[in-house]
Antibody, heavy 124, light 113 residues
Framework: QLQLQESGPGLVKPSETLSLTCTVS??????????WGWLRQPPGKGLEWIAN???????YFNPSLKSRVTISVDTSQSQFSLKLSSVTAADTAVYYC????????????????WGQGTLVTVSS | DIVMTQSPDSLAVSLGERATINCKSS????????????LAWYQQKPGQPPKLLIY???TRRSGVPDRFSGSGSGTDFTLTISSLQAEDVAIYYC?????????FGQGTKVEIK
């Protein structure tokens, strides 16, 4: 059973860069069966997919955030990371990491596994 | 982007009664090549991450009680809880994985009447 755990600062200043890491356990981050992704949920609001990355480094981005997002994977540490630059109060949210089921030759499918989430507040 | 619209935004149902949630996509999520609907349902309880309930529009994930069922095809989908239990109080989301960016409905809050 895959387990994912987010880590990173809970408070980021406006205009700075938000950085989060997700550690994968209970399975291999180099599995061919998953894309590893980030989603977020502003307080009291719905879910927004941000980006995902395959163990090989292949990526997908939400066009609405692409210009500010960097996503990377470190298979040696079983971790993948998110950086979101130039943050504003609108980026305040619970950030979730996830494992998105993947079958070669197709787009990734549904979000099969989720971390517990970490609240990131953007405030000076 | 494919826009997912759920209805209603909230509903209150008596224990043991049926709850029905609708989800409509702005364009089809049915792939004719494999005749599958690329639609999933999630349950989110307060303070918890979403939990996958159903995928391919009607396939229950292992361990999900059979009172949860999904139906529909193309652009119109339904999640049904056949006999509402107290532990089913949550927000339910539909999500399409037909195309990137992957998008969710706005959520439907289910409460006990």
């Amino acid at each position: 059973q895959l387990q994912l755990q987010e880590s990173g600062p809970g408070l980021v200043k406006p205009s700075e860069t938000l950085s989060l890491t997700c550690t994968v356990s209970g399975g291999s981050i180099s599995s061919s069966n998953y894309y590893w992704g980030w989603l977020r949920q502003p307080p009291g609001k719905g879910l927004e997919w941000i980006a995902n990355v395959y163990y090989s480094g292949s990526t997908y981005f939400n066009p609405s955030l692409k210009s500010r997002v960097t996503i990377s994977v470190d298979t040696s540490q079983s971790q993948f990371s998110l950086k979101l630059s130039s943050v504003t109060a609108a980026d305040t949210a619970v950030y979730y990491c996830s494992g998105q089921l993947y079958v070669s030759g197709n787009l990734p499918y549904y979000f099969d596994y989720w971390g517990q989430g970490t609240l990131v507040t953007v405030s000076s | 982007d494919i826009v997912m619209t759920q209805s209603p935004d909230s509903l209150a149902v008596s224990l043991g009664e049926r709850a029905t949630i609708n989800c409509k996509s702005s364009r089809t999520v049915l792939y004719t090549s494999d005749n599958k609907n690329y639609l999933a349902w999630y349950q989110q309880k307060p303070g918890q991450p979403p939990k996958l309930l159903i995928y391919w529009a009607s396939t229950r994930r292992s361990g999900v009680p059979d009172r949860f069922s999904g139906s529909g095809s193309g652009t119109d989908f339904t999640l049904t809880i056949s006999s509402l239990q107290a532990e089913d109080v949550a927000i339910y989301y539909c999500q399409q994985y037909y195309d990137s960016p992957w998008t969710f409905g706005q959520g439907t809050k289910v409460e006990i009447k």
